[in-house]
């Protein structure tokens, strides 16, 4: 059974800066796509990065390009989101999920994580 588990979401100020990290379990995931979406109260879930899960062929959304970046430890199955500069309009769930190719569209991933929150104050 596929699991992804979120962490370090959490409360900052803007400028500041947090890291995301995504624990997946329950199969390999080197031949898999994952990505990185948020959903703000409100508003539809967007997709933030997407890459190959050994960390390579990265795509990242223009509103949080040259300020996140995603990476990847294979060894310890896991894959991480640092958020630098963060900006109030960063506010939102984060949700790691995994699928079978990359694609822009969360419709396209079949696994997902439970999420975790970050807010940030002006």
């Known amino acids: 059974q596929v699991q992804l588990v979120e962490s370090g979401g959490g409360s900052v100020q803007a400028g500041g800066s947090l890291r995301l990290s995504c624990a997946a379990s329950?199969?390999?995931?080197?031949?898999?796509?994952m990505g990185w979406f948020r959903q703000a109260p409100g508003k539809e879930r967007e997709f933030v990065v997407v890459?190959?899960?050994?960390?390579?062929?990265?795509v990242y959304a223009d509103s949080v390009k040259g300020r996140f970046t995603a990476s990847s430890d294979n060894a310890k199955n896991t894959v991480y989101l640092q958020m630098n500069s963060l900006k109030p309009e960063d506010t939102a769930v984060y949700y790691c999920?995994?699928?079978?190719?990359?694609?822009?569209?969360?419709?396209?991933?079949?696994?997902w994580g439970q999420g975790t929150q970050v807010t940030v104050s002006s």
């Open positions: 890459m190959h899960w050994s960390g390579s062929s990265q």
């Open positions: 329950g199969r390999t995931f080197s031949t898999y796509d």
């Open positions: 999920a995994v699928g079978l190719y990359l694609s822009l569209s969360s419709d396209d991933y079949s696994y």
